[in-house]
């Protein structure tokens, strides 16, 4: 089987559809603990993992019903809105009374707006942006391809030492040394992003005499650990650039999220 899309991305693991989650998993609202298990589920659908609670292990003081239900692809199901602490975000949480076929293990069982709490804990660690998926590897590989940056009608780097940052479905980025870019022609930008398995990115826009580029590269200043060797680098988007060529040979643009 070919596990690269016609992207070129690495196509994460479909299986499980989901799993018992071995970690103990805390919600937190309000400045309150609003779910605590070492029984949750973790629901992969395709997109950023989804954590579900035994209704044993949620506390339902803190759910008020927010009236009717709505159909979707997994069943019916039921809104909530969460009260704790003085504070309340409607519609927040959510069960499946009647799920359909194939999704029996929702059944009665609860799940959080991640955006709409305050906090999120795996054991002691506090997660961020969403859940993350065990069976999803994300790399940082030292490698000594030549990696050429054109954008705004300029040559802005040049690099024979780049970290190659392999994630399942995105495409190979490619994050280069500072030393190795000019840095005369970027400017930073008020755009912060924050990935679940890298952490917090600041962006810089490219400016040359012949034109610009809006947040054209990114870069994380203290990256999680599974992808450290990426600090302080930075990386352009293939999408937003002129052109990225690896070796001499120009990289086709993807069709991402990213792309102006």
């Not at 859940?131 to 954008?151: G, H, M, N, Q, T």
């Not at 930075?234 to 102006?260: H, I, Y």
Request: glycine residues 8%.
């Amino acid at each position: 089987m070919d596990y690269l899309d016609a992207q070129n991305r690495l196509i994460a693991a479909p299986e499980p559809l989901w799993i018992r989650s071995p970690k103990r998993i805390r919600v937190r609202f309000g400045g309150e603990t609003v779910a605590d298990s070492t029984d949750a589920r973790l629901f992969r659908p395709g997109g950023p993992p989804v954590y579900y609670f035994p209704r044993a292990d949620v506390r339902q003081d803190a759910l008020a019903s927010a009236g009717g239900t709505e159909a979707d692809a997994r069943g019916t199901r039921t809104r909530y809105d969460v009260r704790a602490g003085g504070r309340s975000a409607e519609g927040a949480a959510w069960t499946y009374a009647e799920p359909a076929d194939g999704f029996a293990f929702l059944e009665g069982m609860v799940a959080f707006e991640w955006s709409a709490m305050d906090g999120w804990f795996e054991e002691e660690e506090e997660v961020f942006v969403h859940a993350r998926d065990p069976f999803k590897r994300v790399e940082a590989l030292k490698s000594a391809r030549r990696v050429e940056i054109y954008a705004a009608g300029e040559k802005v780097a040049d690099s024979p030492a780049p970290s190659l940052l392999i994630e399942p479905g995105h495409p190979v980025r490619y994050y280069l040394p500072k030393t190795h870019i000019r840095m005369d022609l970027l400017r930073p930008s008020a755009t912060v992003s924050r990935c679940a398995y890298k952490g917090e990115a600041d962006y810089y826009s490219v400016r040359t005499p012949n034109g610009a580029a809006e947040d054209a590269a990114w870069g994380y200043k203290r990256p999680m650990a599974e992808v450290a060797g990426i600090a302080g680098m930075l990386c352009f988007f293939n999408e937003r650039v002129d052109a990225v060529l690896v070796d001499g040979e120009e990289q086709p643009k993807p069709a991402t999220a990213w792309r102006r």
